[in-house]
């Protein structure tokens, strides 16, 4: 049985059996300065936070979740959850350490995405997504194709042995800058679709003129 049949099995058995799935040795995360803000592009924001909804697809299986994910240079947050709101997965990661939680146990790492593919078998690429969500491309990515707006339509990372599909399906406005609401992150034994229903800016606010510290 594959990495992921195994892993969703296990998933939605212990849902099946107690009906919810507590994160007793998840760590309520700090609270930071940052707050919304309005940018004119999302490379402005100093950290964002988006909801919205994953679909992760192999050859043999696939699952669908709702997606919360808080992300800055120097820390991300991730949580899946189910359409009726039970926690299945959450992921912490900095640069140098990352902490998964899934099924009542907790995994660690010194890399979230070795992580990710030891413990579900998902070689998700989660240090590039940060810039794909937000319609961006990396260094090294190559854009294929722009659309009329001059925006990124499709672009190609060759970062790893079997390259990265990137296709931007269609835009939105959300904290003042353009993002895509669906985009769809491929290869050939792994789909990602994402639907950002929401997306925050978040920067330390600004302090006018008069105002108190």
């Known amino acids: 049985m594959n990495n992921l049949k195994r892993f969703t099995n296990s998933i939605f058995c212990c849902l099946a059996l107690s009906g919810l799935l507590f994160l007793g040795g998840c760590q309520t995360l700090p609270q930071t300065e940052l707050s919304p803000i309005s940018v004119s592009s999302a490379k402005q924001a100093q950290a964002w936070e988006l909801q919205g909804k994953l679909a992760i697809k192999t050859p043999e299986d696939k699952l669908s979740a ?4 808080r992300h800055s240079d120097n820390h991300d947050e991730l949580t899946l959850t189910t359409m009726l709101g039970t926690t299945i997965l959450t992921l912490e990661a900095t640069p140098n350490s990352a902490h998964l939680h899934v099924d009542g146990k907790d995994y660690r790492d010194t890399n979230a995405q070795a992580l990710l593919k ?14 794909w969500i937000t319609g961006q491309a990396g260094k090294t990515d190559i854009v294929e194709a722009f659309d009329e707006q001059g925006r990124p339509k499709q672009l190609t990372s ?45 920067g330390k606010p600004t302090v006018m003129l008069g105002d108190k510290p």
Do not use: C, M
């Not at 709702?66 to 994910?69: A, E, G, H, R, V």
């Not at 042995?161 to 992150?185: E, I």
């Open 66 to 69: 709702n997606l919360y994910w």
């Open 118 to 131: 030891r413990v579900s078998g998902w070689s998700i690429p989660i240090a590039d997504l940060p810039l």
């Open 158 to 202: 060759n970062q790893t042995h079997l390259p990265w599909s990137v296709n931007f399906l269609s835009w939105q406005t959300q904290s003042g800058a353009a993002v895509p609401y669906q985009l769809k992150v491929e290869r050939s034994d792994l789909q990602l679709k994402f639907q950002l229903n929401q997306w925050q800016a978040l």
